[in-house]
């Protein structure tokens, strides 16, 4: 073992003693907790934590290269090697008020955001769900980092790799993705940022360890004694230790994944099956009784209460699960230009000029959820005397697609419907929104010729 050190030594041109004093005083400056270090915790905690609320790789990028967490692992790494108690306080020290700093800061920002808000979190972003599901390949990226960070600070020459290994091990994110998750008081969030933080942490520690073991760096003691220093080992067994979580948590990730692809399949052929309609989006939240859906369905036909029902019950038979399903329906016509539209007789044939028919809105009448209007010759009411809004719908009685003014002239089209009482028609306003009204708001009708 020690003539393969003394080669290893020999190979790479280890520091001298005067070099590795040297070192050891630059580490120990920056690893310790001053101005310097918590100004740039702070900085760095404030971009990384907007650049994880607004979903920026960018930004979040931009705060790894100014978080400064690397410097007091490091500096951890270079303690247990040369048995520096001073400097493995200082250390330590650093890296946890820095840590909890970071937290304490990120959950505060996302609390003033979560109340004012500057982004609306409907749901969490990527780049932080991204930071709560680690694993083994995460101990293999902080590993490498380690090892790279550690060497770039013996070889003054490739110093300039730092930033690099800065993005790489990224050490800043998960401790705001942690804060983000207290804030929310989403615990798994915040659990699995920091087995990434700590991960990361340890493997970054003992990877600066072994570099500076192998660099001449170790005690008098551990020399003289030619073996490896018990603190290597332990942060070594650590690592492995954090191997069982990383992996528990890939294996659930990985279960995940596939059951959402099973899900997401079945539901698009199930909606396929409904009228031809098309899966636009599905959110889905387990739950122990089951799965909770919402999906947005795009169709040419609306659907019906019933064929939501067998809709439900079809996804619930094929997955062998309980499943309860709310169903937004996006209604839109499709125009295939390889196939021209069938034009009717009566459009494209009859010579006689084509009618339009236009209805002026009743001025006087004041539409709102609440007005009872007295029935007039010609007018049906609705069946429990409640009027609907004066408002562009949709479908008769179905969602609001844009406002209607009093006195506005509208194209009647020929369709007509009666729903809970009321007599509906469809009209196309001056925007060109094709949509349905009651025909009690109507004042009167007109034909005008068009040739």
């Known amino acids: ?40 915790v702070v900085l760095s905690c404030s971009i990384a934590t907007m650049g994880l609320i607004t979903n920026s790789p960018a930004v979040i990028i931009g705060a790894m290269l100014v978080a400064p967490l690397m410097s007091p692992i490091i500096g951890l790494g270079l303690a ?190 199930e909606v396929a099956r409904v009228n031809g309609s098309q899966l636009v989006e599905l959110k889905t939240q387990r739950t122990q009784d089951g799965l909770d859906m919402v999906i947005t369905v795009r169709t040419n036909i609306p659907l019906h209460y019933n064929q939501v029902t067998q809709l439900q019950k079809a996804i619930a038979t094929s997955l062998q699960k309980s499943v309860t399903l709310k169903v937004n329906q996006i209604l839109a016509e499709q125009f295939d230009p390889l196939i021209p539209p069938t034009f009717t007789p009566t459009v494209q044939f009859t010579p006689t000029p084509t009618l339009t028919l236009t209805a002026t809105l009743t001025p006087t009448l004041i539409p709102t959820a609440t007005f009872t209007l007295t029935p007039t010759p010609g007018l049906v009411q609705a069946a429990n005397g409640t009027l609907p809004p004066l408002k562009l719908y949709q479908s008769p009685g179905g969602p609001v697609i844009g406002a209607i003014s009093r006195g506005q002239t509208l194209t009647l089209l020929y369709e007509r419907r009666e729903v809970n009482g009321l007599i509906w028609l469809n009209v196309i306003d001056g925007e060109g929104r094709v949509g349905w009204i009651p025909e009690m708001y109507l004042n009167q009708v007109t034909a005008t010729p068009q040739k």
């Not at 041109?13 to 907790?33: F, T």
């Not at 694993?135 to 690099?164: C, E, F, K, Q, V």
């Open 80 to 269: 247990s090697i040369t048995g520096n108690d001073q400097m493995a306080e200082s250390s330590l020290l650093a890296l946890a008020l820095g840590a909890a700093l970071a937290v304490l800061l990120s959950a505060l920002m996302t609390v003033v955001n979560h109340n004012l808000p500057f982004v609306a979190l409907q749901e969490l972003p990527n780049e932080v769900l991204a930071r709560t599901h680690p694993s083994p390949i995460d101990l293999i990226i902080a590993l490498a980092g380690g090892l790279a960070a550690a060497y770039a600070m013996t070889r003054p020459n490739i110093s300039a790799a730092l930033p690099g290994v800065a993005i790489a091990t990224a050490l800043m994110p998960p401790l705001c993705t942690v804060g983000i998750g207290v804030a929310l008081t989403n615990w798994e969030v915040a659990g699995g940022a920091l087995l990434l933080f700590v991960t990361n942490a340890i493997t970054i520690a003992f990877a600066a360890a072994f570099i500076f073991f192998l660099q001449g760096f170790a005690s008098k003691k551990n020399i003289e004694n030619r073996r490896a220093p018990r603190s290597l080992i332990i942060s070594a067994l650590l690592m492995l230790i954090l191997l069982v979580p990383l992996s528990y948590y890939s294996v659930r990730f990985f279960n995940e994944a596939s059951e959402n692809r099973k899900i997401n399949e079945i539901v698009a052929q």
């Open 1 to 40: 073992m020690p003539n393969m050190l003394q080669r290893f030594r020999a190979f790479v041109h280890a520091p001298s003693s005067v070099e590795r004093e040297k070192i050891i005083d630059e580490i120990s400056d920056s690893a310790s907790p001053g101005f310097d270090f918590f100004l740039l």
